[in-house]
Structures are given as structure tokens and as C-alpha cells.
């Protein structure tokens, strides 16, 4: 079993910068790849970013060049920063592990809402 906890959300201005964490717990969590997705409401689950146990970064088109994800604490810490938000990247962020960069059955957290003001 593996517990996700996000923290560092919140109300920014359009341009802002922001960095999520998410502290992670169980069973295997550093050889998992990790990631963050978001929905938005009224949208799917959108793939953001993931990182891989060897490093190997990912990022959605929307996002590519603003957004960083990285992993420490032995691989138990992911965070993502975003740099130049805009009101577009508003949603819910989720973090999520899974045995494969596939994320096709994923454990997830519980949420951290973002919001940016234009």
C-alpha cells in the first residue's frame, strides 16, 4: 500500500511561480515512478509531469518548459514547480505512483487545489 499527501497549493497571480510536494509512504515508493496530474472542472484527469526511479522526466505539451518536476529524499519527495502560470493551469493537482511511467493504474493522492488569477 502506498500514501500519497500533497501540499502547497493555492491562490496565485497569472505569471506566479509555485512549488507542490508530495510526501510519499509505503511499501516500494522509491523504485515507483511518480507523477502529477490535474482536472480541471469540467475536464478529464490531465496528464503534468512524471519522473521515473532512474530520473527520466516527462511533461505534458501544456506545460512543457514552465513546469519541473523532480524527486529526493530517497525518492519519497516529488515536487513540482511551476513557473509562468497561467488561469488556464488552474485545476486540481493530483500526485500520483505507479509501477510504470504508464500511470495505467495508479495510487493517488488526495488533491491540491491550484488556482490562478488572471
Known amino acids: 500500500q502506498v500514501q500519497l499527501v500533497e501540499s502547497g497549493g493555492g491562490l496565485v497571480q497569472a505569471g506566479d511561480s509555485l512549488r507542490l510536494s508530495c510526501a510519499a509512504s509505503?511499501?516500494?515508493?522509491?523504485?515507483?515512478?511518480m507523477g502529477w496530474f490535474r482536472q480541471a472542472p469540467g475536464k478529464e484527469r490531465e496528464f503534468v509531469a512524471s519522473?521515473?526511479?532512474?530520473?527520466?522526466?516527462d511533461y505534458g505539451a501544456s506545460v512543457q518548459g514552465r513546469f519541473s518536476i523532480t524527486r529526493s529524499g530517497g525518492g519519497n519527495l516529488v515536487f513540482l514547480q511551476m513557473n509562468s502560470l497561467k488561469a488556464e493551469d488552474t485545476a486540481v493537482y493530483y500526485c500520483?505512483?505507479?509501477?510504470?511511467?504508464?500511470?495505467?493504474?495508479?495510487?493517488w493522492g488526495q488533491g491540491t487545489q491550484v488556482t490562478v488569477s488572471s
Open positions: 519522473i521515473s526511479w532512474t530520473g527520466r522526466t
Open positions: 509505503g511499501r516500494g515508493v522509491s523504485a515507483k515512478a
Open positions: 500520483a505512483a505507479d509501477s510504470s511511467r504508464g500511470f495505467q493504474a495508479p495510487y
